[in-house]
């Protein structure tokens, strides 16, 4: 299937629609189609998935996963400029591309999707950590998706993937790696977006484990590694002595030494924290 030719370069498309970039829902466009492709190739199968793709904009991943066979396409796009191209591209793929007018933060997007799902989204950066949390936060696990294949400034990639005692390392690392494998797929230049942002990017992407490496109640880990890092710099029994009188106790139990900071606990210590506090909360 060669559709990618049949329809106007992206850059055209573009101008043809006088698409304007908003600053406001962190537009900035990927043209290059071998590059949405390979972004594509790294999601593995997806002819007999349902993928959601978050923000199509003018559509360049949009149309990779559709040259590339997707079952369904079903696309969330917070702006209506776009609907034109976007309906234009739904007509080369009779039946295989949803568009959907909406805000991606304010609807049930599990009403539009039939399982098997893969996620994919070249993010707007300004709510690319609340959209990324509220995948990974699910109470249910395994989730309902299969992956996440994203598209992050360089600087979060760089803090999804981290290890204890990183400067990167903290709360974001924690939510992600508990429960998920997590790896940077490739590196994205900045110059390949339009308007040309003033940082890097790269792709990471996000499989969900069986069950968490370690288990945990989720709400207390989500409250300890917030108290934690909230103070980055102190040590742990100075952080958490606010919401617990008897951290040091409680970190001994854990075999922690109360002095560490937090950017020196694994997830497991997070976890083995979590559930002695959860065994004995004060
Ligand atoms: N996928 C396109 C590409 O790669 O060229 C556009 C990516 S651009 C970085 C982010 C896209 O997300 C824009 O089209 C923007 O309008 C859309 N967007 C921003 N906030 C959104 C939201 N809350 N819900 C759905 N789409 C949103």
């Not at 406001?24 to 290059?32: A, G, R």
């Not at 924690?174 to 390949?192: D, E, P, Y």
Request: charged share 25%; proline share 6%.
């Amino acid at each position: 299937m060669q559709k990618k030719n049949e329809l106007d370069k992206i850059s055209e498309v573009i101008s043809r629609y006088n698409l304007k970039p908003k600053k406001s829902l962190s537009q900035n466009f990927l043209l290059d189609l071998n590059l949405t492709e390979r972004i594509v190739n790294s999601m593995g199968q997806i002819n007999n998935h349902d993928i959601l793709e978050i923000g199509p904009g003018p559509g360049a991943l949009t149309r990779s996963l559709l040259d590339l066979g997707a079952r369904k396409v079903i696309a969330i796009e917070k702006d209506s400029q776009f609907l034109d191209p976007l309906n234009e591209i739904s007509k080369a793929y009779p039946g295989k591309l949803k568009i959907i007018n909406a805000d991606v933060l304010s609807i049930d997007i599990e009403t539009f999707l039939n399982p098997p799902v893969k996620i994919v989204s070249n993010l707007p950066y300004n709510v690319g950590t609340q959209i990324l949390l509220n995948f990974i936060s699910k109470k249910e696990w395994p989730p309902f998706w299969e992956s996440l294949t994203l598209m992050f400034q360089k600087e979060v990639a760089d803090r999804l993937i981290s290890e204890p005692k990183n400067k990167s390392y903290g709360r974001l690392s924690i939510l992600a790696q508990w429960r998920s494998n997590v790896k940077m797929v490739f590196k994205v230049n900045a110059s390949s977006f339009l308007p040309v942002p003033k940082v890097h990017s790269a792709v990471v992407q996000f499989t969900p484990s069986f069950k968490p490496q370690f288990f945990a109640h989720q709400e207390t880990l989500e409250r300890i590694v917030k108290d934690s890092f909230n103070q980055r710099r102190k040590m742990l029994r100075q952080s958490l002595k606010k919401t617990h009188f008897n951290i040091e106790k409680i970190l001994t139990k854990a075999e922690i030494d109360p002095s560490c900071r937090p950017e020196e606990l694994s997830i497991k210590q997070f976890c083995k924290l979590a559930n002695i506090l959860t065994a004995e909360p004060n």
